[in-house]
């Protein structure tokens, strides 16, 4: 027995592929084009090990994954692979098209063929679990209800728009062709191998350098916040228990304004890491110019998910901030190995 990852080097599916392969979880086939935020680093504890497999390759290669299918015979396909940031969809909304709409189409059509051959038994068991966002559901007001499954799609920003796109060929596969998906829609992720473009470890990683803390607008944009590792948890519980054909929203119980997630990472940083001039991390802080269409608040309603599939978030924002500065702390050559080149160039340009 055999899973399909895709795009699982980067920071969600190489956290996936660690928990699931260190719990003792069948092998695993990994795909991942390599873009700037995969990076095998993040999976070099797995070298020399039998049970991990990792092919370089675009998720929209329909020839590579109808061959990778064929070779490897997957009972399940879990679907990472994603251009995942809101201000670069701003700055290069194509290559969120090609990704996220069109390599999800291909990924789906090549599943589709695959699905279509197999026996009866292995048909019951197949599983193309689909990993999408929270911001497909669009932005809410300071007192409007979390988000539900039922929630009508309002995507705002070109990423946003590309995955509800995503979503929705899930949902045509599954109901057209009788394809076995599930599709999760978790809120803002955070926690180990995570590309320093992203709030908190951009945050972390500029603290440390002394440089500016960069908070848009007036900082009181409001995330629900989901450690990784409960997430991943999630993924292997909907995968094993969900209902096929079904939409489930994944949230960390953790709503918070960017402005105070700031503050408390930097409360962490000065009793982990003390500045040698003895000021606070919080003086480094600086106000940017808000970004185009940024939403305002998301929030999760996780009923549906701890009902159906029985599962909840085992992090507190209190263990998980926590977690998640030490580890950047403690893996200070996996930083500095992936803030160079690009990513140098994009901060400069996002944040001038």
């Known amino acids: 027995m055999t899973i399909l990852v895709t795009g699982g080097a980067g920071f969600i599916g190489a956290n996936f592929v660690l928990d699931w392969l260190k719990a003792g979880g069948e092998p695993i086939v990994n795909l991942d084009k390599l873009t700037y935020a995969g990076n095998l680093e993040s999976l070099a504890s797995l070298k020399g090990n ?12 329909a020839n590579l994954v109808e061959s990778l299918l064929k070779q490897h015979k997957p009972r399940a396909i879990i679907n990472f692979a994603a251009e995942s940031h809101v201000d670069r969809s701003i700055h290069a909304p194509e290559d969120f098209i090609q990704t996220n709409v069109v390599g999800t189409f291909r990924l789906l059509d090549a599943a589709r063929h695959y699905f279509a051959a197999l026996s ?13 966002t929270d911001e497909v559901y669009g932005s809410l007001e300071l007192n409007d209800p979390a988000f539900t499954e039922t929630k ?3 995507p705002n920003s070109p990423y946003s728009a590309s995955k509800a796109a995503s979503d929705h060929l899930v949902r045509a596969y599954h109901h057209t062709y009788h394809l076995p998906v599930v599709t999760t829609n978790c809120s803002n992720n955070y926690g180990p191998y995570q590309f320093p473009e992203k709030l908190i470890p951009l945050i972390i990683h500029n603290a440390l350098a002394g440089k500016p803390l960069p908070i ?9 916040w989901l450690y990784v590792g409960d997430h991943c948890t999630a993924i292997k519980a909907v995968l094993e228990r969900g209902k096929l054909g079904e939409v489930y929203n994944i949230g960390g119980n953790n709503e ?3 402005l105070d997630t700031v503050k408390t990472l930097c409360a962490i940083l000065d009793q982990e890491k003390p500045r040698t001039d ?16 940024h939403d305002r608040r998301y929030a999760i309603d ?3 998910i701890l009902k159906e599939v029985g599962w909840r978030p085992a992090e507190t924002p209190e263990s998980g901030f926590a977690k998640t500065v030490k580890w950047y702390l403690d893996n200070d050559a996996w930083v500095k190995n992936v803030t160079s080149g690009d990513y140098r160039n994009w901060v400069a340009k996002q944040y001038a």
């Open 216 to 224: 848009y607008g007036d900082g009181q944009q409001i995330r629900d």
């Open 120 to 132: 009866d038994a292995d048909k019951a068991a197949f599983r193309f679990l689909h990993v999408s």
């Open 256 to 258: 918070r304004a960017n």
């Open 50 to 61: 039998n049970s991990h497999v990792f092919m370089r390759g675009d998720i929209g290669d």
């Open 278 to 293: 003895g000021k606070k991390y919080a003086a480094q802080m600086t106000f940017v110019k808000d970004r185009p269409g």
């Open 152 to 154: 009508r799609y309002e």
């Open 302 to 304: 996780p009923t549906k």
